[in-house]
Nanobody
Framework: QVQLVESGGGLVQAGGSLRLSCAAS????????MGWFRQAPGKEREFVAA????????FYADSVKGRFTISRENAKNTVYLQMNSLKPEDTAVYYC???????????????????WGKGTLVTVSS
């Protein structure tokens, strides 16, 4: 099992940038695929991005492609989400997630992931 703690959320103006971090506990972080999901007020949680266990494969939702970048540092048990050109519609609680099943990372858009953090709020003002 893995515990996940997100940080880096906050208030930013449209067009600005933020970098979210997710620190994972446990020695087996490098065996997990990792992802970011988000939930806007009044909406269902949605997939944002995923990265495989080695960092060699990534997948993004169409809504963030070209603006967001997911990356990981296995030596630091950390996954990141760099968010550029932020829009008001990016406002949401962002959740870090982990999964040991090593699916093709595009599958997590549909399946979700097994382990979740508590989330960090990102607010983008217009």
């Amino acid at each position: 099992q893995v515990q996940l703690v997100e940080s880096g959320g906050g208030l930013v103006q449209a067009g600005g940038s933020l970098r979210l971090s997710c620190a994972a506990s446990g020695r087996t972080f490098s065996s997990y695929d990792m992802g970011w999901f988000r939930q806007a007020p009044g909406k269902e949680r949605e997939f944002v991005a995923a990265i495989n266990w080695s960092g060699s494969s990534t997948f993004y939702a169409d809504s963030v492609k070209g603006r967001f970048t997911i990356s990981r540092e296995n030596a630091k048990n950390t996954v990141y989400l760099q968010m550029n050109s932020l829009k008001p519609e990016d406002t949401a609680v962002y959740y870090c997630a982990a999964d040991p099943r090593r699916y093709s990372v595009s599958y997590y858009r549909v399946t979700g992931m097994d382990y979740w953090g508590k989330g960090t709020l990102v607010t983008v003002s217009s």
